[in-house]
């Protein structure tokens, strides 16, 4: 059933129907869901959710019940009124899902604070993410959901189960719609009614506050071109301290990226750490060289955690890139926040300038 459908379900046997789905539901303020059965009442009525009132909505059902499709519908709705921009889409690569979240930190404040947030597949969404990250989107989830009635932002989600994404957010969700899952057990576990469950549901089947129910659907919006991301760049820069998961393979990917450069591999020879120490007190002074060629002192980990001295001065006086993962960029960078998320860290690095937070980049094309 769809929006363009949904008046004629509604319509069939009684009168008085019509415009529900130009109209949301009965009044201005509800999204419309689909449709619910009553039959003590002899009729089919509206299935509304008013955000303001409702608090935040989890749709739960298996695989192909029709979460995502519901979704669709309910953010179709939302830019219908308030226009495309209207709908915050958590999706995406890795790096975009990060980037929408952390954009969802500021909405609170009101600043380009949209009308609805959607997170499909929550419950998986971050479960291949590195700890640190996984743990930080969740909590932001969090805080999306409880400042979610005081904001005026509406959050919809989906999962195929609540049980596997903690209480702090489990608890967030008010309203739940049940579509099909897999045993009438799980229905009921997940708060649903088990004399509405069957094992042949078609999609979109399912039940709202007691009621069998009847689910909108709306084709999948392409996902959204994502920026592409910059290449990282050393033009102009004095000198660069590199920390790198493959120190050896970059130093030699340096050099024949930056021809005449001079780069310092620490660890390799006796003295690359009084050199590279030079290297950075020469900037500082701005004596510089007079070939103006850019020098870069490479590093592992534990080659920067060997030379705290040479990386602490490395941190205000050099451009940073990590190429690598946490234990690279914990050992050179300064940040105590998270750097923002790399798909993938063998073809994406950090870059930070001093004084400035670090930006994703995508490392040397080979």
Same mark, same amino acid.
Not at 326 to 335: P, Q, W, Y
């Given at each position: 059933?769809?929006?363009?459908?949904?008046?004629?379900?509604?319509?069939?046997?009684?009168?008085?129907?019509?415009?529900?789905?130009?109209?949301?539901?009965?009044?201005?303020?509800?999204?419309?869901?689909?449709?619910?059965?009553?039959?003590?009442?002899? =009729?089919?009525?509206?299935?509304?959710?008013?955000?303001?009132?409702?608090?935040?909505?989890?749709?739960?059902?298996?695989? $192909?019940?029709?979460?995502?499709?519901?979704?669709?519908?309910?953010? =179709?709705?939302?830019?219908?009124? $308030? +226009?495309?921009?209207?709908?915050? =889409?958590?999706?995406?690569?890795?790096?975009?899902?990060?980037?929408?979240?952390?954009?969802?930190?500021?909405?609170?404040? +009101?600043?380009?604070?949209?009308?609805?947030?959607?997170?499909?597949?929550?419950?998986?969404?971050?479960?291949?993410?590195?700890?640190?990250?996984?743990?930080?989107?969740?909590?932001?989830?969090?805080?999306?959901?409880?400042?979610? =009635?005081?904001?005026?932002?509406?959050?919809?989600?989906?999962?195929?189960?609540?049980?596997?994404?903690?209480?702090?957010?489990?608890?967030?969700?008010?309203?739940?719609?049940?579509?099909?899952?897999?045993?009438?057990?799980?229905?009921?576990?997940?708060?649903?009614?088990?004399?509405?469950?069957?094992?042949?549901?078609?999609?979109?089947?399912?039940?709202?506050?007691?009621?069998?129910?009847?689910?909108? $659907?709306?084709?999948?919006?392409?996902?959204?071109?994502?920026?592409?991301?910059?290449?990282?760049?050393?033009?102009?820069?004095?000198?660069?301290?590199?920390?790198?998961?493959?120190?050896?393979?970059?130093?030699?990917?340096?050099?024949?990226?930056?021809? +005449?450069?001079?780069?310092?591999?620490?660890?390799?020879?006796?003295?690359?750490?009084?050199?590279?120490?030079?290297?950075?007190?020469?900037?500082?002074?701005?004596?510089?060289?007079?070939?103006? *060629?850019?020098?870069?002192?490479?590093?592992?980990?534990?080659?920067?955690?060997?030379?705290?001295?040479?990386?602490?001065?490395?941190?205000?006086? *050099?451009?940073?890139?990590?190429?690598?993962? $946490?234990?690279?960029?914990?050992?050179?960078?300064?940040?105590?926040?998270?750097?923002?998320?790399?798909?993938?860290?063998?073809?994406?690095?950090?870059?930070?300038?001093?004084?400035?937070?670090? *930006?994703?980049?995508?490392?040397?094309?080979?």
């Amino acid at each position: 059933m769809t929006l363009d459908t949904v008046d004629a379900v509604l319509a069939h046997g009684r009168s008085g129907a019509r415009g529900i789905a130009g109209r949301g539901a009965d009044d201005g303020e509800a999204i419309l869901l689909g449709v619910v059965d009553e039959p003590d009442r002899q =009729r089919r009525s509206p299935a509304a959710w008013r955000p303001a009132h409702d608090g935040p909505l989890i749709v739960l059902g298996t695989p $192909h019940s029709g979460r995502s499709g519901l979704l669709a519908a309910i953010a =179709r709705q939302v830019e219908a009124r $308030h +226009g495309l921009s209207s709908v915050l =889409r958590v999706e995406g690569s890795r790096s975009a899902v990060w980037d929408a979240l952390e954009a969802s930190g500021g909405i609170d404040a +009101g600043a380009g604070r949209p009308a609805l947030v959607v997170l499909d597949d929550l419950d998986t969404r971050f479960a291949s993410w590195p700890d640190e990250y996984r743990l930080a989107a969740l909590l932001r989830v969090e805080e999306l959901l409880r400042i979610s =009635r005081r904001s005026g932002v509406a959050v919809a989600a989906s999962a195929v189960r609540s049980n596997g994404m903690g209480a702090g957010i489990r608890d967030g969700f008010t309203t739940t719609a049940f579509l099909r899952h897999a045993s009438r057990s799980d229905l009921v576990h997940a708060g649903g009614a088990g004399t509405h469950w069957g094992a042949h549901e078609p999609p979109g089947s399912g039940q709202w506050r007691g009621l069998r129910a009847q689910f909108l $659907h709306s084709d999948l919006r392409p996902d959204a071109a994502e920026h592409p991301i910059e290449p990282v760049a050393f033009d102009g820069l004095e000198i660069a301290a590199v920390a790198s998961a493959t120190p050896e393979a970059d130093a030699t990917a340096l050099r024949a990226h930056l021809p +005449g450069a001079e780069v310092i591999r620490l660890g390799s020879t006796p003295g690359t750490a009084v050199q590279a120490m030079d290297a950075l007190e020469s900037v500082a002074a701005g004596s510089g060289t007079e070939s103006h *060629a850019i020098r870069l002192i490479v590093g592992d980990a534990e080659d920067w955690a060997a030379n705290w001295s040479l990386a602490h001065a490395a941190r205000s006086r *050099a451009t940073i890139v990590v190429h690598g993962g $946490h234990a690279e960029f914990r050992s050179l960078a300064r940040a105590t926040a998270l750097p923002p998320l790399l798909d993938d860290p063998t073809a994406q690095c950090w870059i930070a300038h001093p004084e400035h937070a670090p *930006a994703r980049r995508a490392w040397l094309t080979r």
